[in-house]
């Protein structure tokens, strides 16, 4: 729920990831090819599945429910459940004072030995001489091989700016991964934290139009800001599927961390995977609990 603090300007470029090596130009090509044919195509040598454990996690800035800075205690939090895809919410690389200027990002992914791929909201210039940018946004630990990713706007209302109005903005990253072979697009989003939902209704139409893009198994990892039931979440439920739902844990809060009372974090899966089991650990590494799930992708 945490909004970074304001500032007058702002200016994109492109991050780098962790790329996989050439040899998997095949699976990208299958995974990027469209129609019937090249979906059926993607898992015909998985009859058994590829087992995934996977986790979402707003990180509130390396800060946790006291609102002490410590990334160490969070990556301990994940590290405890042996995840195999991370989705992260408020990511602070190089942003401020409050996470000590720490490329998050970046220090995760070496301290969990896992890929990474950042994908910005905000992309600022430095507030200190010769500093790099100053950047939030959202990012992708992986076990697995990146095989591409790509940052795509979303609509959003700005903090950064005085009286923002809904345009589109970056902070929407398709993330491809080759799990032990099987083509996976996942997806990370934050959504709007605003008690009216108009924004979020536009967010997730556009979430919408990008995943449509893409046939084959797809995963979204988010803090959502709206529970299970609200309307705007709807039209997510007609091509995804909650893990904590199948899991019999639908209204399961996640937020505040220290006693929560809303359930707006999220483990969701495309037709071509199943949950098995899904929990929400108790943790107080974050203002948000994490949602953790374990998956099956045929």
């Known amino acids: 729920m945490f909004r970074p603090a304001p500032s007058s300007s702002r200016r994109r470029h492109r991050i780098p990831y ?12 299958g995974a990027l090819a469209t129609g019937p044919t090249a979906h059926a195509a993607a898992g015909s ?22 609102h002490v800075f410590d990334l160490e205690r969070q990556a301990r939090a994940i590290e405890s459940e042996h995840p195999d895809l991370v989705g992260l919410e408020e990511v602070d690389v190089d942003w401020a004072t409050r996470s000590d200027y720490t490329d998050e990002a970046a220090w995760l992914a070496r301290r969990l030995r896992m890929n990474v791929f950042f994908a910005p909201i905000y992309d600022l210039p430095p507030d200190r001489a010769g500093a790099p940018d100053r950047r939030f946004g959202v990012a992708l630990l992986s076990r697995f091989p990146i095989v591409r990713a790509r940052n795509l706007q979303i609509t959003r209302l700005s903090t950064q700016v005085p009286d923002p109005v809904p345009a589109p903005g970056p902070g929407f990253p398709e993330v491809l991964v080759n799990a032990h072979g099987m083509p996976l697009w996942v997806y990370v989003t934050h959504l709007d934290y605003r008690a009216e939902p108009s924004v979020r209704q536009a967010q997730v139409a556009d979430m919408d139009a990008i995943m449509d ?34 899991a019999g844990q639908r209204t399961t809060p996640t937020w505040p961390a220290d006693v929560p009372t809303k359930r707006i974090d999220y ?13 929400v650990p108790d943790t107080l590494a974050s203002d948000h609990r994490p949602v953790v799930a374990d998956l099956r992708a045929f």
């Open 18 to 29: 962790r790329a996989a090596a050439p040899a998997l130009a095949a699976l990208l090509l």
């Open 45 to 66: 040598d998985h009859g058994r599945g590829v087992r995934l454990r996977v986790m979402a996690y707003n990180i509130q800035a390396g800060a946790g429910a006291d």
């Open 213 to 246: 893009r893409r046939h084959g198994r797809k995963l979204l990892l988010g803090d959502f800001n709206a529970q299970p039931d609200d309307l705007e979440l709807t039209p997510l439920w007609t091509r995804l599927t909650d893990a904590l739902t199948v």
């Open 267 to 279: 483990v969701t899966f495309s037709p071509g995977i199943r949950a098995t089991g899904a929990y």
